[in-house]
């Protein structure tokens, strides 16, 4: 729904980097009549694989000795991501 209303708004003009993005682009097809909804489904789980492995990729490269560790298995992440920030920034 949220797709087929942007298009309809002119929002997935040819070029713009939106038209481009995962999800969105696969749902066009659909949209268009270019794919099923099946196979939009297969390529947009395929092309958010290849996203994060290129990621994964990208940070085997960085440098992490000032990166702040947050457990996603925190019952409450938020407030322990403050915390972990505030110190970071002598607050």
């Not at 309809?8 to 980097?17: D, I, K, R, S």
């Not at 993005?21 to 659909?30: P, Q």
């Not at 702040?68 to 322990?80: L, N, V």
């Amino acid at each position: 729904a949220e797709t087929r209303m942007l298009d309809g708004m002119g929002v997935f003009t040819e070029g713009q980097t939106a038209s481009q993005a995962i999800g969105y682009k696969e749902m066009l097809g659909y949209l268009h009549g270019e794919a099923t909804l099946a196979d939009a489904r297969e390529r947009i789980i395929v092309a958010t694989r290849q996203y994060a492995k290129r990621q994964d990729t990208w940070f085997l490269h960085k440098d992490y000795s000032d990166v702040i560790e947050i457990s996603a298995e925190s019952p409450d992440p938020y407030p322990e991501a403050c915390g972990k920030v505030r110190s970071f920034l002598g607050r």
